[in-house]
């Protein structure tokens, strides 16, 4: 038996539009300057750190693409095949003119892979079999991820691509919210954590399109405690609306309804992706007090020893990563 398509994605962007006119200028010298940045890093010697709490609250003001780049659907630029940390020469797709300098630039392409084995422990990695540069234009979708899973009697596995859009990154900075964020979803949508055989009318627990959340998954337990009963309930009847813009105006009501429970909007638009925005402000800004729902769901994480653990790998590793000598 063989199961696909379940798809996790993250929008980050912010800046939408702003450079309508000088987008592929920009889009030209943003890319430079990230590979320049990244080559400065690499070739840098690095010093030992205790925190970068500045740079981390500082990351979601950074974040957003300053360049304007329309195409008119989703695209797969280059697939690369996964083998442990190493990503295999690209296979190129047929896309638009306007997006052959993201699909050539496959300098960026590996930086970023790099980037995100270095912040993420392989350890910790759910079977990654793809990455994909993709693009959607500046802005919409950032991240994404394909699971695929298949099973014979008791034996299951699963399978995921990895899958960035590089019009939406402008630095590794502005990368680093989608990788955690994506990484989110491997964390809270692998076969740990979710049964993908028991049919969703039939789980006992929360179920999204296509898994069962076991009783003990982070995801079960964050349903529980944050979304079960009337709000998701007033959710659904916006979810579940047949016309893709009444949902896209209900969601906006829906989160200026309840802003005081959400990290931020793109996080009131599903509960596996509140876990996984939850989950990126839990491993990128400072513990916070808890005064409202949206701070207890970032404080949810706190009572997994394994998380806090695994937070604290990610973000030294990451401020290992900046904080080099000039
Ligand atoms: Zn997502």
Excluded at 264 to 283: H, I, L, N
């Amino acid at each position: 038996m063989k199961k696909q398509g379940s798809s996790s994605c993250c929008l980050w962007s912010t800046l939408i539009g702003l450079f309508t006119i000088c987008g592929c200028v920009v889009l030209g010298s943003g890319l430079f300057l990230f590979a320049n940045e990244v080559n400065r890093i690499a070739n840098a010697t690095p010093t030992p750190i205790t925190t970068c709490e500045g740079l981390l609250e500082n990351i979601h003001k950074t974040y957003g693409a300053n360049k304007n780049i329309q195409v008119d659907k989703r695209y797969i630029l280059n697939v690369y095949s996964v083998k442990g940390d190493q990503i295999s020469e690209p296979q190129k797709e047929s896309v638009p003119e306007n997006l052959l300098p993201l699909q050539n630039d496959l300098e960026s392409h590996q930086l970023i892979w790099d980037y995100f084995v270095f912040i993420i422990p392989l350890e910790q990695r759910v079977p990654l079999t793809e990455y994909r540069i993709f693009s959607d234009g500046s802005g919409n979708t950032s991240g994404y991820n394909e699971i695929q899973w298949t099973w014979r009697g008791e034996d299951e596995s699963e399978t995921w691509a990895l899958e960035v859009d590089l019009a939406d990154y402008q630095d590794l900075k502005s990368a680093n919210n989608v990788l955690v964020h994506e990484f989110g979803h491997m964390l809270t949508l692998n076969l740990r954590q979710a049964d993908v055989r028991t049919e969703p009318a039939k789980c006992r627990f929360y179920a999204d399109e296509n898994q069962c959340s076991f009783e003990e998954s982070y995801l079960n337990r964050f349903f529980s405690q944050f979304w079960k009963g009337e709000l998701y309930e007033e959710w659904k009847a916006v979810a579940s609306h047949a016309d893709q813009e009444a949902v896209k105006r209900g969601l906006t009501s829906f989160y200026q309804a309840h802003q005081q429970e959400f990290v931020r909007e793109y996080a009131a638009t599903a509960p596996k992706e509140d876990v996984a925005d939850s989950w990126t402000y839990f491993v990128m800004t400072p513990r916070p007090t808890g005064e409202t729902v949206a701070e207890q769901k970032i404080l949810f994480f706190y009572d997994f020893p394994e998380l806090v653990d695994l937070r604290s790998q990610i973000r030294s590793r990451i401020c290992g990563y900046y904080h080099m000598p000039e």
